[in-house]
Nanobody, 128 residues
Framework: QVQLVESGGGLVQAGGSLRLSCAASRRTASGRTFSSYPMGWFRQAPGKEREFVAAITPSGVTTNYADTVKGRFTIGRDNAKNTVYLQMNSLKPEATAVYYC????????????????WGQGTQVTVSS
């Protein structure tokens, strides 16, 4: 069973920045390593469905973003540390949500159902 643990959430003023991290256990039940999988970030605000934020290929070379965060958020990964990151700049109050990292089965995909494992989430609150 893969375990994903997010960190880095918190309270920030509009216009500020936060960097989220997601640490993964080294291998899945199949024995494949973290570096074999695409990774994604999603978020869910109260009363809303979980929405795609960003994704990255296993190598880290290719990324894609939701239009709402493009140009302000950056996803990255360090396969040596089994960690994926989400740098969030110029934050807006509408970014307030619980942020989840997820281990994907295919790339590219914005569909939550295509992600096999999820972290517990980290709260991001942006004040106006």
């Amino acid at each position: 069973q893969v375990q994903l643990v997010e960190s880095g959430g918190g309270l920030v003023q509009a216009g500020g920045s936060l960097r989220l991290s997601c640490a993964a256990s080294r291998r899945t039940a199949s024995g494949r390593t973290f570096s074999s999988y695409p990774m994604g970030w999603f978020r869910q605000a109260p009363g809303k469905e979980r929405e795609f934020v960003a994704a990255i290929t296993p190598s880290g070379v290719t990324t894609n973003y939701a239009d709402t965060v493009k140009g302000r958020f950056t996803i990255g990964r360090d396969n040596a540390k089994n960690t994926v990151y989400l740098q969030m700049n110029s934050l807006k109050p509408e970014a307030t949500a619980v942020y989840y990292c997820a281990l994907g089965t295919v790339y590219p995909t914005t569909t939550p159902g295509k992600y096999a494992y999820w972290g517990q989430g980290t709260q991001v609150t942006v004040s106006s």
